[in-house]
């Protein structure tokens, strides 16, 4: 009995500061209202528009826009966490498409369209000229040994 007492005042007091709040959202709402015309009237006796008065205040509008903005951010944040723990992944890198190498066997290499008296010696080992190996993935290694090959 004395928790149904107890409960009852509880929601007696939570009903009059509801209704104490609703009050004030009201008044808040008119006062609102009211200096709302009152600037509009005020801006059209004047012959200045809404947009040149918001010009006007705008660093005072834009702090009060990303205070809001702020707000809501942080709600909408609050309600997207979660209780577990993420775990961080590590991607695969993504593997390269491997292209076929040619392999320029040693010796002498000549008659190139771009360079048709230089002749290029090839060794056993050591690297080959770019310009060999691009003209040779161009023809072909067939082609390329019948044509270049000294």
């Known amino acids: ?72 951010g942080e709600v909408a944040n609050k309600s997207k966490t979660s209780s577990k723990k993420s775990v961080a992944r590590r991607g695969r890198k993504s593997a390269k498409a491997k292209t076929a190498t040619i392999k320029i066997p040693a010796g002498k290499y000549g008659n190139l369209p771009d360079n048709p008296d230089v002749i290029f010696e090839v060794k056993e080992k050591g690297p080959r000229p770019k310009v060999l190996k691009a003209y040779a993935e161009e023809m072909g290694i067939e082609a390329f040994l019948e044509k270049c090959r000294l």
């Open 1 to 72: 009995m004395a928790n149904i007492k107890k409960e009852i005042e509880g929601l007696r007091a939570k009903i009059a500061r509801l209704e104490k709040e609703q009050k004030k959202a009201e008044a808040e709402k008119k006062a609102l209202g009211t200096a709302n015309g009152q600037i509009e009237k005020i801006l059209k006796d004047n012959g200045i528009s809404f947009e040149a008065y918001i010009r006007y205040n705008f660093k005072k509008a834009s702090r009060f826009i990303h205070k809001i903005e702020a707000e809501t």
